[in-house]
T-cell receptor, first 116, second 111 residues
Framework: GENVEQHPSTLSVQEGDSAVIKCTYSDSASNYFPWYKQELGKGPQLIIDIRSNVGEKKDQRIAVTLNKTAKHFSLHITETQPEDSAVYFCAAPSWGVTGGGNKLTFGTGTQLKVEL | DVKVTQSSRYLVKRTGEKVFLECVQDMDHENMFWYRQDPGLGLRLIYFSYDVKMKEKGDIPEGYSVSREKKERFSLILESASTNQTSMYLC??????????FGNGTRLTVT
């Protein structure tokens, strides 16, 4: 099955700085890489995703890059704001007997703290 | 807007009790999932279902079972709760090949 590693586990930045979170995956057949944000007391919510036919995708202050050769993908947040403080999870498809569908294996999470 | 509702926010049970965690989604999604979330371990898949009455084991199914009698409802069952099942439980649903939508979680404490 898929193995996803995520670093760092905690990240503290000053407001306005950039933040980068990195993930690696093991299955070269994986083709879909979402990022979820979990605010305190809530469930994870999708913030951006990328498919393997592109190398980068941007949505305002958030971007995701993918390097299929090296099997890693990263989340980039620019001009960080206090409301960006949350736990972020990367994920990749799990390929089981049924083909996996959108069954996901998640990374262990990154606690991002944006300080004023 | 998709809504995934977990019936309890907090639950405290005793060792050996049978525990039911309920999840309901309102978007007619085929797929439903149960994950548990523990510090430093991320989200780990317990069970999932692609259709009514259909279920498949995830990565950590031991000590759990599930039931999906109706498309909108997916129940997680702890047959005999143990202290190592103290955790945050997250339910999710989705269309095929579309993003997962999560509920807000049930924090279960087994004493």
């Amino acid at each position: 099955g898929e193995n996803v590693e995520q670093h760092p586990s905690t990240l503290s930045v000053q407001e306005g700085d950039s933040a980068v979170i990195k993930c690696t995956y093991s299955d070269s057949a994986s083709n879909y890489f979402p990022w979820y944000k979990q605010e305190l007391g809530k469930g994870p919510q999708l913030i951006i995703d990328i498919r393997s036919n592109v190398g980068e995708k941007k949505d305002q202050r958030i971007a995701v890059t993918l390097n299929k050769t090296a099997k890693h993908f990263s989340l980039h947040i620019t001009e960080t704001q206090p409301e960006d403080s949350a736990v972020y999870f990367c994920a990749a498809p799990s390929w089981g007997v049924t083909g996996g569908g959108n069954k996901l294996t998640f990374g262990t999470g990154t606690q991002l703290k944006v300080e004023l | 807007d998709v809504k995934v509702t977990q019936s309890s926010r907090y639950l405290v049970k005793r060792t050996g009790e049978k525990v039911f965690l309920e999840c309901v989604q309102d978007m007619d999604h085929e797929n439903m999932f149960w994950y548990r979330q523990d510090p430093g371990l991320g989200l780990r898949l317990i069970y999932f279902s692609y259709d009514v009455k259909m279920k498949e084991k995830g990565d950590i199914p031991e000590g759990y079972s599930v039931s999906r009698e109706k498309k909108e409802r997916f129940s997680l069952i702890l047959e005999s709760a143990s202290t190592n099942q103290t955790s945050m439980y997250l339910c999710a649903s989705s269309w095929s090949n579309s993003p997962l939508h999560f509920g807000n979680g049930t924090r279960l404490t087994v004493t």
